[in-house]
């Protein structure tokens, strides 16, 4: 049974597209095992909570500083002994120590192709009025490992999704998320619990 922790910052689409896919059977062998957020107020606690998994809030406001912060982040997660920790619109830099003892053991959703606006300063609706700024026509969203840049660990999945001409960045937000999020992490998710998924020389090998 892989277990897994789900990190969030807001509404938490992603992450009921998880709990709907082990529900149904679309994700097997796993387990959420919590939700954790930096953010008290966000809904994506409340779907956790709904769907009997446990939620917690670790936020950087109840800490002095970073370094705290962090530590007690580490430790939140320590206590469940995850096999995989899942970023599912989690907006907070992870500490550096926990990128290198969970080694390929993070994944993160990113809302457009990388390497195309990711990095410092790209995330939720600021990479689709990037894409729109830039007048590109394909975009669509990435599931990668985290290593300790941004955006920059091995690709696991992407899938495309067409730009349109009358598009906002809101009405992108919301076909990436449909045409191309919610299908794709808990796809990589379910191929990591199948143990179908490996990391050579920085590139994912997935296995049929
Ligand atoms: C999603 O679009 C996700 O790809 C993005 O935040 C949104 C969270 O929505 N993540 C990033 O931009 C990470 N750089 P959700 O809370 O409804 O899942």
Known sequence: MLKIVVCVSGGGTNLQAI????????????KIVKVISNN??????????????????????????????????????????????????????????LIRSYGNRIINIHPSL?????????????????ALARGVKITGATVH??????????????????????????TLQKRVMEEAEWLILPWCINLIAGGKVKVEQGRVLISE
């Open 40 to 97: 008290q107020g966000a809904y994506a606690l409340t779907r956790a909570r709904d769907a009997g998994i446990e939620a917690v809030c670790v936020s950087p406001k109840d800490y002095e500083n970073r370094a705290d912060f962090n530590q007690a982040f580490i430790q939140e997660i320590g206590k469940d002994e995850p096999d995989l920790i899942v970023l599912a619109g989690f907006l907070v830099t992870l500490p550096a120590e």
């Open 19 to 30: 709990i709907d896919g082990v529900a149904r059977g679309s994700i097997v062998n796993t």
């Open 145 to 170: 490992f985290v290593d300790e840049g941004m955006d920059t660990g091995p690709i696991i999945m992407q899938k495309a999704v067409a730009v349109k001409e009358e598009d906002t960045p809101e």
């Open 114 to 130: 990388i390497p195309s606006f990711c990095g410092t300063g790209y995330y939720g609706l600021k990479v689709h009025e990037a």
